[in-house]
């Protein structure tokens, strides 16, 4: 059983900052992109930044400048360091990885449970 668990969501003021990490855990034989994405109420989930294993990175425009998206392939974590919030920025906030559980395997998506960030004006 693959797992990936948020933290680090919470409450801010506009212009403060938050960082999110995630952490995958379980049977894991590698691990290519991982990500960031968002989902405000009424809306459709979105990209806000990925990373891949070598540390290539893309970012949502809306975010790019403000986030940086960062990971630690030996502890099988992905952060998100968000800056410069703005009440627009309010969402829950989804990490994702694409791994292989076996050499065998093929890639398969895995999502964690979301964190909730709330950026008040």
């Known amino acids: 059983q693959v797992q990936l668990v948020e933290s680090g969501g919470g409450l801010v003021q506009a212009g403060g900052s938050l960082r999110l990490s995630c952490a995958a855990s379980?049977?894991?034989?590698?691990?290519?992109?991982m990500g960031w994405y968002r989902q405000a109420p009424g809306n459709e989930r979105e990209l806000v930044a990925t990373?891949?294993?070598?540390?290539?990175?893309n970012y949502a425009g809306s975010v790019k400048g403000r986030f940086t998206i960062s990971r630690d392939n030996a502890k099988k974590m992905v952060y998100l360091e968000m800056n410069s919030l703005k009440p627009e920025d309010t969402a829950v906030y989804y990490c994702?990885?694409?791994?292989?559980?076996?050499?065998?395997?093929?890639?398969?998506?895995?999502w964690g449970q979301g964190t909730q960030v709330t950026v008040s004006s």
């Open positions: 379980g049977i894991i034989f590698t691990i290519n992109v």
């Open positions: 990373i891949t294993s070598d540390g290539s990175t």
């Open positions: 994702n990885a694409d791994l292989r559980r076996v050499v065998a395997d093929k890639l398969n998506r895995y």
